[in-house]
C-alpha cells in the first residue's frame, strides 16, 4: 500500500507544479516574451552564427 500512496503522492505533486509552471507562463506571457527576444538580441553568440551559414547549407550549394 505504501508505493501505491507514495506514486500516487508524486503525480499529484508532478502535476500541480506543471500546472503551476503553465499557469505563471500563461499569466506572464507578455513580459516573457519580450525578456527573451531582448535576451537574443544582446547575444553575440546568435548574431554571428545567424550571419554565418550552416554546414547543411554548404553542402546543399555543392551537390547543386
Not at 499557469?23 to 506572464?28: D, M, P, T, Y
Amino acid at each position: 500500500m505504501a508505493k501505491s500512496s507514495s506514486a500516487k503522492s508524486a503525480a499529484i505533486v508532478f502535476g500541480a507544479l506543471a500546472a503551476g509552471w503553465l499557469a505563471i507562463e500563461l499569466a506572464l506571457k507578455p513580459w516573457l516574451v519580450k525578456a527573451r527576444s531582448a535576451m537574443d538580441d544582446s547575444d553575440p553568440d546568435a548574431a554571428d552564427a545567424a550571419a554565418q551559414p550552416s554546414v547543411e547549407q554548404d553542402d546543399e550549394r555543392k551537390h547543386d
